[in-house]
């Protein structure tokens, strides 16, 4: 039963985060804007936690966690090790009763930077931003 509670937490847990950040994309994108979703098959084929992002904006993958015992350092490698050379590995995550903290690394150097929600919500902004006005 604690599995299954376990999985449950943490499915909340990323549609509650793509929920925040799909308010961000409709926000920039208006009637040109993408549908994100849970990726349901990362289980089986691997990949990151969401899915529907058009190649386009295919300039992150984001890795989404909600559990009490931190497992950051095992997190920031599995977030690394599923994101293709040119897309930041996102990791978000959060406690319970806690904010959403995010650990960002840079392709192109491997700089980290770490930040919380509002922080990274107004960078995703700008990317898109960017992203959009590209090829």
């Known amino acids: 039963m604690a599995g299954r509670m376990s999985r449950n937490k943490g499915a909340r847990a990323e ?28 289980t089986r084929e691997g990949g990151n936690d969401v899915a529907g992002t058009p190649e386009k904006f295919d300039f992150y993958s984001l890795e989404i966690k909600r559990q009490e015992k931190l497992s950051i350092p095992a997190w920031r490698r599995q977030t690394r090790e599923q994101a293709r050379p040119h897309q930041w590995a996102i ?45």
């Open 15 to 42: 549609r509650e985060f793509i929920a925040l950040v799909q308010e961000v994309v409709d926000e920039v994108l208006g009637e040109e804007t993408f549908e994100l979703k849970r990726n349901l098959f990362q």
């Open 91 to 135: 990791l978000a995550y959060r406690q319970n009763h806690c904010p959403w903290h995010i650990i960002m690394e840079e392709p192109a150097t491997g700089d980290t930077y770490e930040m919380i929600l509002e922080d990274f919500l107004e960078w995703f902004k700008s990317m898109l931003g960017i992203y959009a006005h590209c090829g």
